[in-house]
């Protein structure tokens, strides 16, 4: 089964409106981390945002911010204002204590003016 | 500071050819990690180091895949008898610690090899 689903193959949103990625994940284990990385077309991974299994509030970073549902499993994506600069490809990530990221099959963003 | 680099960027082999990848974490990151992306998909697991200890190499997907961190730093991944579906980009990461799940991992910018 797979432990991170990003339903959304590609998402289309104009300069400065709001998106949501989307993720889902799958674990029994209750300490683990999720996170949000973009990889632009250059192929490097930048790490955008983080939010503990234990979390008790949302993880904000700057126009990040991660919408955790714990009991729905889910942790989606929050872009503010959107920036042409933003479009890129954008994975979810799941960590459980001492393993390796599984990553989802992400999300294409494309802005447009 | 510097970051995670990997070298080479690119790298055409053809099949059968052995090749090497190399990265350098930041320094003093215990952990290291090598995924796979294939094209269009999400980076895959590989293997991980802590220090010079390979503690998992469950996502080797053969025989012909091994990867060495003699000293706790440097690691190189080497694919012997290179075939066409090794294609992909290897992503190499380094993280202060191991256990806690907390921990971000770098990446570097990748290899893209390419087997012909």
């Known amino acids: 089964a797979q432990k991170i689903t990003q339903t959304q193959p590609g998402m289309f949103v104009q300069e400065k409106e709001a998106v949501t990625l989307d993720c889902t994940y799958d674990?029994?284990?209750?300490?683990?981390?999720l996170f949000w990385y973009k990889q632009p077309s250059s192929g490097e991974m930048i790490f955008l945002i983080y939010q503990g299994s234990y979390d008790q509030q949302n993880a904000t970073e700057g126009r990040y911010s991660l919408n955790f549902q714990k009991a729905r499993k889910s942790a989606n994506l929050v872009i503010s204002a959107s920036q042409l600069g933003d479009s890129a490809m954008y994975f979810c990530?799941?960590?459980?204590?001492?393993?390796?990221?599984?990553f989802g099959k992400g999300t294409t963003l494309s802005v447009s003016s | 500071g510097a970051g995670v680099s990997q070298s080479p960027r690119y790298k055409v082999a053809k099949r059968g050819q052995d090749v090497a990848l190399r990265c350098d974490p930041i320094s003093g990151h215990v952990s290291l990690f090598w995924y796979q992306q294939a094209l269009g998909q999400g980076p895959e697991f590989l293997t991980y180091?802590?220090?010079?200890?390979?503690?998992?190499k469950s996502g080797l997907p053969s025989d012909r895949f091994f990867a060495e961190r003699p000293e706790g730093s440097v690691s190189t991944l080497k694919i012997q008898r290179t075939q066409q579906e090794d294609s992909a980009v290897y992503l190499c990461a380094s993280s202060l610690e191991a256990a806690p799940a907390t921990y971000e991992q770098y990446f570097g910018p990748g290899t893209r090899l390419t087997v012909t």
């Open positions: 990530a799941m960590r459980e204590a001492g393993t390796a990221l599984i």
């Open positions: 180091f802590q220090n010079e200890a390979q503690l998992d």
């Open positions: 674990t029994s284990d209750p300490s683990y981390g």
